[in-house]
């Protein structure tokens, strides 16, 4: 088998083998989402409304406290989803896009989150092997995730 989970690690020996993850996912460890990250994030983006800043007006806002950012839960995909699969006898992975994102769920701020990838597809091209993947940020204790996204990477091997 040239594809396995390994303590929820989805392992291949290479890029060509991703083809035979199809199928599979794995899911990370939970991740907080402070108040501070959020307010770093407002000023790296100059996104500074209300509702993910001003404790005392989100309070008694549509949320009951602040908000994390719907881009700054996405921007943590790399974060959340970089252990979850090995590529042996790769050059590089490089981010290929998103074919598709949903933020279903705001993140309070305090909340902890994690990833949950499941392999949809591997396209051999030119370059390497396109990757695609369904990640779903799951937030603890909700009914429905923060955000799905449908992610694409490009494993480029050694040889």
């Known amino acids: 088998m040239t594809a396995q989970s390994v303590n929820g690690v989805i392992q ?3 890029p060509a083998a991703l083809a035979d993850a ?3 996912q794995a899911t990370g460890e939970w991740f907080t989402i402070d108040q501070d990250r959020i307010a770093a994030f407002a000023d790296a983006t100059e996104d500074h409304q209300w509702i993910h800043l001003d404790a005392e007006r ?3 806002g549509p949320f009951g406290t602040t ?5 700054l839960t996405l921007s943590l995909l790399p974060r959340l989803t ?15 896009g998103l074919d598709k994102v949903r933020f279903l769920t705001p993140v309070p701020a305090g909340a902890r989150i994690r990833a949950t990838t499941e392999i949809t597809g591997a396209e051999h091209t030119a370059q390497g092997v396109r990757l695609a993947a369904t990640v779903t940020i799951e937030i603890e204790g909700a009914g429905k995730p923060a955000l799905v996204a449908e992610s694409l990477a490009l494993y480029v091997p050694e040889h």
């Open 22 to 24: 199809v199928g599979q």
């Open 12 to 14: 291949v020996a290479n």
């Open 58 to 60: 989100a309070a008694a």
């Open 67 to 71: 908000i994390a950012h719907g881009f």
């Open 82 to 96: 970089g252990e979850l699969i090995e590529v042996g006898d790769v050059a590089m992975a490089v981010n290929y």
